[in-house]
């Protein structure tokens, strides 16, 4: 394998099966091998700007059961599975996934890289795990008999939702604060308003407050210091057997305030109802809030939402209600466009018909079944889009497309879009593909992304490795950096490889870029759960030199 030949867009070999077997080689506008470098004047550079350099030697693939760094690099532990996190007794859930890191005076303006908040989402429980610490025989257990065990359910809604939590860096070591005021949960028994269009209409059975969160993947920063936090996977019914369980209360986006604990826990369904990857947040030339999401699923789409209102950089409080109310978008690829999914405008949505009648009727139908929506209007169909990221010098969106199995694309790849005129207000946008899953890149399935300051863009994987399956060649999942500039740009530098069984999750650079946020989900035996032979997820900071 050779990760320092990389593929050109269009090229032969994993580019070209994936375009065709996607679908896009008919309308994907056409690149040189000047791919996915900063822009000048909306255009790219052809490679030639400033050289982004590597601040470590590289390692290499491996199948250790260890979370495994280059030579200088060491981590430690902040918080694991079952943790008590405050006088409360609660504890940090499981499937640890994004992590957003918030400067303790952060909303002062300040970048304090050795102490803050964080908030971490908690993706999912883990029966089978729960039902060995319980000594329930999974033999005889039925999922549909579950609200007979009180206590196996309350231990799932538990290790759901999100975590906040107080970290400080001392004696050069991350350590969580046992701290009252921050240290809190939101998990699957927390009250939760729902805002603007479809709160308390038909199409979320009259609800105005919902129980709970679940499936919480990734999510953002907003620009006024809290965090997002997206679900994703959110059929808990079905999935898992939880009684009294309304599907269309979940797959929203949820906003959470770190600093507030009285502050409500709201889910915006202006921003719509569909597999929630992350949120990427920028801004219009205008002022207003734009919202990028990936729907992670296979054959689904790409969004965006912007804001009815301005930002206010002036007054904290004045934005909390901006991802109230604005236009939800989906991408059309074949035109690069956007499309606007309002029921008011669009006659596609007044007209589109299931099983004989009208299906949408308000725009909270809209919404909450955006999935119908977007086919309704003809949104591009995509190989599993997940994270979104805004690139912070130039502007472009990255999106990975983790991948399709479906169809054969089995390793994924990065769009870059480009906003006509620079501007993520409008509807209109060019794109490529910047890394193509494969032997030739040397990285697969990617799955989260993280820009540092100099535009680097951190990747980690999604896949499950076996010795005798079609990712055995890449063992465990990895974290790479990604120059989007200068002679390296579009080579992969794996920088990490996690414990066997894990995917290495949600990286979150402090703002002095020293220290490495990471989770590590559901990893096989590594970091044992007290008492037992499986794995714990867990938060890990990792230090040691620079990360840019």
Avoid at 49 to 70: A, H, M, Q
Avoid at 252 to 276: I, N, Q, S
Avoid at 391 to 412: A, C, E, M, Q, R
Avoid at 482 to 498: C, E, L
């Amino acid at each position: 394998m050779d990760r320092r030949s990389f593929l050109t867009y269009m090229g032969t070999g994993t580019a070209a099966i994936v375009a065709a077997t996607s679908g896009l080689e008919a309308f994907v506008p056409k690149a040189s091998a000047a791919t996915a470098n900063h822009l000048m004047d909306g255009q790219p550079k052809g490679g030639k700007g400033k050289p982004l350099t590597v601040p470590f030697k590289e390692i290499n693939r491996s199948w250790e059961n260890d979370l495994l760094l280059p030579k200088g690099y060491s981590y430690n532990i902040v918080a694991s599975y079952g943790d008590v996190i405050n006088s409360k007794g609660e504890k940090f859930g499981d499937a640890a996934d994004l992590t957003v890191y918030f400067p303790i005076d952060s909303l002062e303006g300040g970048t304090n890289s050795e102490e803050g908040l964080i908030w971490v989402n908690h993706e999912f429980p883990e029966p089978d795990n729960y039902m060995q610490i319980l000594g329930i025989n999974p033999d005889t257990y039925n999922k549909k008999d579950l609200a007979k065990y009180p206590e196996f359910l309350k231990m799932q809604k538990e290790a759901v939702g999100g975590s906040v939590i107080h970290v400080k860096k001392e004696k050069g070591k991350w350590t969580l604060v046992q701290d009252d005021k921050y240290n809190r949960r939101v998990d699957g028994t927390t009250p939760i308003q729902l805002t603007g269009p479809a709160a308390g209409s038909s199409a979320v059975k009259g609800a105005k407050t919902v129980e709970g969160s679940l499936g919480n993947c990734s999510g953002g920063l907003t620009l006024w210091n809290t965090a997002l936090s997206c679900e994703e996977n959110t059929e808990y019914g079905d999935d898992y057997g939880w009684p009294n369980f309304t599907d269309e209360h979940y797959g929203w986006v949820m906003e959470v305030d770190p600093f507030d604990a009285k502050a409500p826990v709201r889910k915006h369904t202006a921003l719509g109802r569909f597999a929630h990857e992350n949120a990427a947040m920028g801004q219009t030339k205008d002022g207003r809030v734009v919202v990028y999401m990936g729907d992670d699923s296979r054959g689904e789409c790409f969004y965006k939402f912007v804001s009815k209102k301005k930002y206010n950089p002036n007054n904290r409080k004045a934005n909390f209600d901006l991802l109230e109310e604005g236009t939800l978008y989906v991408a059309d690829l074949s035109a690069q466009k956007w499309i606007a999914l309002d029921y008011e405008t669009n006659e596609d949505l007044q007209n589109y018909e299931k099983d004989g009648k009208k299906f949408f009727t308000s725009q909270a139908d809209v919404l909450t079944y955006a999935r119908e929506a977007a086919a309704a209007v003809g949104g591009t169909k995509l190989d599993r889009p997940e994270d979104v990221e805004i690139h912070p010098i130039d502007g472009s969106v990255f999106l990975s497309l983790t991948n399709n199995s479906k169809h054969g694309n089995f390793h994924g790849q990065i769009y870059r879009f480009v906003p006509a005129n620079s501007d993520h207000g409008s509807d209109k946008f060019t794109f490529e593909v910047f890394i193509a899953g494969g032997q030739q890149s040397g990285i697969t399935c990617p799955d989260n992304l993280h820009f540092d300051s100099k535009g680097n863009l951190w990747v980690v994987e999604d896949y499950s490795a076996t010795e005798d399956n079609q990712y055995a060649q890449y063992k465990n999942c990895g974290v790479f950096m990604v120059p989007t500039d200068g002679k390296n740009y579009g080579k992969p530098f794996q920088f990490a490889s996690g414990p066997q069984g894990c995917e290495v999750t949600g990286p979150w650079l402090t703002p002095d870029e020293r220290t490495l946020f990471v989770d590590v989900q559901h990893p096989s035996t590594w970091n044992q759960h007290p008492g037992q032979k499986f794995g714990r997820s867990c938060l890990v900071a990792i230090q040691g030199g620079n990360f840019r």
